[in-house]
């Protein structure tokens, strides 16, 4: 089992920055893939971007290229989101999410595991 944490969400102003961490713990942790997902209110739940954890290599939402940035800590287990330049259009319920397939992430069904997600409030 895998359980993944969030956290680092809150209320920033339109054009800020945030960081969101999302701490992994548990067996098979070192090796898939994670990244973030959200969820505006009434609307589906979109892909924002992963990494795998052996290579690091990365995959963006085309919303997220060129203002979000995804990395990891091996030490920590940890993988975070640096958001910025951020516009009210990115509220929503951040989500982290790890699987041993990356296209499997990508697509966001079937995945393993979930963290239960941290609110970000973006105003204009």
């Known amino acids: 089992q895998v359980q993944l944490v969030e956290s680092g969400g809150g209320l920033v102003q339109a054009g800020g920055s945030l960081t969101l961490s999302c701490a992994a713990s548990?067996?098979?942790?070192?090796?898939?893939?994670m990244g973030w997902f959200r969820q505006a209110p009434g609307k589906e739940r979109e892909f924002v971007a992963a990494?795998?954890?052996?290579?690091?290599?990365?995959s963006y939402a085309d919303s997220a290229k060129g203002r979000f940035t995804i990395s990891k800590d091996h030490a920590k287990d940890t993988v975070y989101l640096h958001m910025s330049s951020l516009k009210p259009e990115d509220t929503a319920v951040y989500s982290c999410?790890?699987?041993?397939?990356?296209?499997?992430?990508?697509?966001?069904?079937?995945?393993?595991?979930w963290g239960q997600g941290t609110q970000v409030t973006v105003s204009s």
């Open positions: 990494l795998t954890l052996n290579l690091g290599r990365t």
């Open positions: 999410a790890a699987d041993l397939s990356l296209s499997r992430l990508r697509g966001g069904r079937g995945v393993a595991y």
């Open positions: 548990g067996r098979g942790v070192s090796s898939g893939a």
